[in-house]
């Protein structure tokens, strides 16, 4: 079973990693953002939209809010700059509510019904944190990939790289 302290980090690598990748993806023109790349979704702009989808399921699931999550697919914000700054506002709201987190929370069973398959899962609360954030990793690794084969580096993506570690030096 994961820790308290471990859903902790991974909230504030998800802040952090999105915070660059957002400061990155904000130099390039919408039609960039939106161009097809034959990524799994598509675009780097649909595949961050899905991150933030994904993440805004869980938390429903994890908090009931959002009450409703759309369909998968479905365009959350409509413009970069929105999906960007309610980002930064989920982010946030991660952040809060992985310090909310106990052990026997974790450890509790949480049955849903998945909007991609149709089924009612019921998994420790702990397996499904630790996949919504594996599921942010991993696609955030997809559109590191985009920009990389735009010639654009985001910079280390290593836990070990970020800034309050780096301070312990």
Not at 20 to 36: F, N, V
Request: proline share 4%; hydrophobic share 40%.
């Amino acid at each position: 079973m994961i820790t308290t302290s471990h859903s902790r980090l991974m909230a504030q690598y998800n802040e952090w990693m999105n915070s660059r990748m957002y400061a990155l993806c904000a130099s390039l023109p919408d039609t960039e953002l939106r161009k097809d790349r034959g990524a799994f979704f598509k675009s780097i702009y649909a595949t961050l939209n899905h991150i933030a989808y994904g993440d805004l399921a869980f938390m429903s699931r994890f908090t009931g809010n959002p009450g409703v999550v759309p369909e998968p697919g479905v365009d959350l914000f409509g413009t970069f700059g929105l999906l960007r700054s309610e980002r930064a506002v989920l982010d946030q709201r991660i952040l809060v509510w992985s310090e909310s987190l106990t052990p026997s929370w974790l450890a509790e069973a949480l049955a849903y019904k998945s909007k991609i398959d149709g089924r009612v899962r019921t998994l420790p609360r702990w397996a499904l944190v630790t996949h919504m954030f594996n599921h942010q990793t991993h696609h955030r690794g997809q559109v590191t990939t985009l920009l990389s084969q735009m010639g654009l580096d985001v910079g280390s993506t290593d836990i070990p790289f970020m800034l309050q570690f780096d301070a312990q030096e």
